[in-house]
């Protein structure tokens, strides 16, 4: 017994006890609970002066990486799936990465404890955002598996987002849990001066936030419930079941491609068949999940012009569907960009709005080319200085970068006029860059009312990065205060509301159309996330650098 209180009492048990919370919290285990359990458990392994050393036993940042390792281990093991043979190799690049930010978390946790003597409660949250806050912008940022996804599916605990953005979530996660250690483990000078003010006070507050002011804010905050202003918009979400493969065999990997656009075009005809002989209207638009249409978009520079049956031939097959459905359609396809040499075009990967002829105007065209591409997966750092057939260059075809966010004007059945910004796959893991998107459409003179997604998850064998992804959706929809679609091959296809409730969803692992009348207000609207961004995030992120900076002196931690 003696020996079970004492491992107990060790910070590397309440440090791995934390990282088993953590990793139960989120999917595919979904004990959502669990998550307040984190602080508690990491409250105690950093310590409060008192408690950390009476076993003898230290917090070792050895043990804090090889914890956090384990964690990214089990939590991203997908990222190995398209093509285990090499991109295992990656899954270990990433999780070697990621495990150094929980390492940076305990030492700034532990600097601003033990140094400058700053309780937990302040400590952890203030940490906790500012280490989060650098995983998700250093090189490209990773955000999946965030402490906040554990509550995607419970709206009403993740208000606080569009105030500060996840970061912020996340931060009060790690403000209750340590706000409940100090319930149980305060001293005298606490329990007569500090503890009404810094404990009771706050943890009422979130209570209260969480609670009554949460259920307030969904019914009458700034995009609140649809009034006078509101239009209604039907919009189709296809969701496709096929998965994906990295081939060394162009031919083998461009049938499985026309296979897989051949059954988001039967579930498109489906669909509308179904509506005109049920004698309901036409949606208003059909969004294709990411890269399912195996006839790319061309795009001819430089002095490079072929003749124009030939530069136009793919613009005439979508025209010919939409026409055919008399519904607007946003397809996800590649792009190849002709300059000079015709055996090496520029890839793109893009989502193409394509409108059917409304009377004397002619069928209108937009394109969204993806901005912010996956690292190993669309682009290869330092590729012009790699061999033609190096298999990263073979299996995985770089991709170009787009250059600005796009507007894409949908008309309703109503004949107005809705904009809606376009993200493709991962984009919606950066809420930094979502926002930026919607201010800089703003400032040319778009309003956008709604965030569409095109994914394609389908190289992920329909693992839990699929509800890994859905969380990060319903994040970017409470931020923004925007209804948020998307559509997913190998992964959910939902209509999510401003609020973060997910209205509809596919089954897992089948096709299937998700259509839902989405009423839009007309308004304009702005988040406070929207107009302050994560300012706040960033002070703090410099705060965990200076104590990081702090620890590396010689000092006894």
Not at 194 to 199: E, T
Not at 428 to 443: D, E, F, G, N, W
Request: proline share 6%; aromatic share 14%; net charge neutral.
């Amino acid at each position: 017994m003696h020996t079970i209180t004492t491992f107990t009492r060790s910070p590397l048990f309440w440090l791995f006890l934390g990282g088993l919370c953590y990793y139960a919290a989120l999917p595919p285990l979904n004990f959502a609970p669990l998550a307040f359990a984190v602080p508690i458990c990491w409250g105690i392994a950093i310590g409060d002066g008192r408690r950390q050393t009476a076993d003898g036993s230290r917090l070792s940042l050895l043990a804090v990486y090889f914890t956090a390792l384990l964690f990214w281990l089990a939590s991203v093991t997908w990222v190995a799936y398209p093509y285990p043979k090499f991109t295992i190799f990656g899954l270990l690049a990433l999780t070697l990465a990621l495990s150094f930010y929980w390492v940076l978390f305990f030492v700034s946790a532990r600097v601003a404890v033990h140094r400058f003597r700053i309780p937990l409660l302040v400590a952890m949250p203030a940490c906790w955002i500012g280490t989060e806050y650098l995983r998700c912008h250093i090189l490209g940022g990773f955000s999946f598996c965030a402490l906040e996804h554990a509550f995607y599916r419970y709206p009403m605990l993740i208000q606080f987002a569009s105030l500060g953005g996840s970061l912020l979530v996340g931060g009060v996660i790690m403000f209750i849990g340590a706000a409940i250690l100090a319930c149980f483990h305060v001293s005298g000078y606490w329990r007569k001066t500090g503890y009404i003010v810094f404990v009771f006070i706050p943890t009422l507050f979130c209570i209260l936030q969480f609670g009554v002011i949460g259920q307030i804010d969904i019914a009458s905050s700034w995009y609140g419930l649809p009034r006078n202003d509101s239009e209604m918009l039907n919009i189709v979400a296809l969701q496709g079941n096929r998965q994906i493969y990295l081939h060394d065999d162009p031919e083998k990997g461009g049938n499985e491609a026309d296979e897989t656009f051949r059954q988001f075009v039967n579930l498109a005809y489906q669909t509308i068949n179904d509506l005109k002989q049920e004698g309901k209207p036409l949606p208003d638009l059909i969004v294709f999940p990411e890269t399912v249409c195996s006839i790319p978009a061309l795009q001819f520079e430089g002095t490079l012009q072929p003749a124009e049956e030939v530069a136009t031939r793919w613009e005439n097959d979508y025209r010919r569907l939409v026409e055919h459905w008399q519904t607007p359609a946003i397809f996800g396809l590649s792009t190849g960009v002709f300059k000079d040499d015709p055996e090496r075009p520029l890839r793109l990967n893009s989502a193409l709005f394509v409108e059917p002829q409304q009377g004397d105007e002619p069928s209108k065209m937009y394109r969204y080319d993806k901005m912010h591409l996956v690292l190993f997966g669309e682009y290869v750092p330092l590729t012009e200085y790699l061999p033609d057939n190096f298999i990263l260059k073979t299996v995985c075809p770089e991709a170009q970068h787009g250059s600005k966010p796009a507007a894409i004007p949908i008309r309703n059945r109503d004949g107005k006029i809705i904009d809606a910004s376009i993200n493709i796959c991962f984009e919606s893991s950066v809420a930094h860059l979502i926002r930026k998107q919607i201010l800089t459409l703003r400032k040319e003179g778009h309003d956008p009312r709604v965030l569409i997604n095109l994914s394609n998850d389908g190289w992920f064998r329909f693992s839990h990065a699929m509800e890994q992804h859905l969380a990060t959706h319903v994040f970017r929809a409470v931020e923004n205060g925007m209804w948020y679609v998307s559509a997913t091959n190998g992964g959910y296809s939902a209509i999510i509301s401003p609020w973060g409730e997910i209205e509809h969803i596919g089954k897992r692992g089948e096709a299937e159309a998700v259509a839902s009348d989405v009423l839009i207000r007309m308004e304009a609207t702005t988040t406070p996330y929207q107009r302050f961004g994560d300012w706040y995030a960033l002070f703090f992120a410099l705060v965990v650098l200076g104590f990081a900076g702090i620890a590396t002196r010689p000092t006894r931690m």
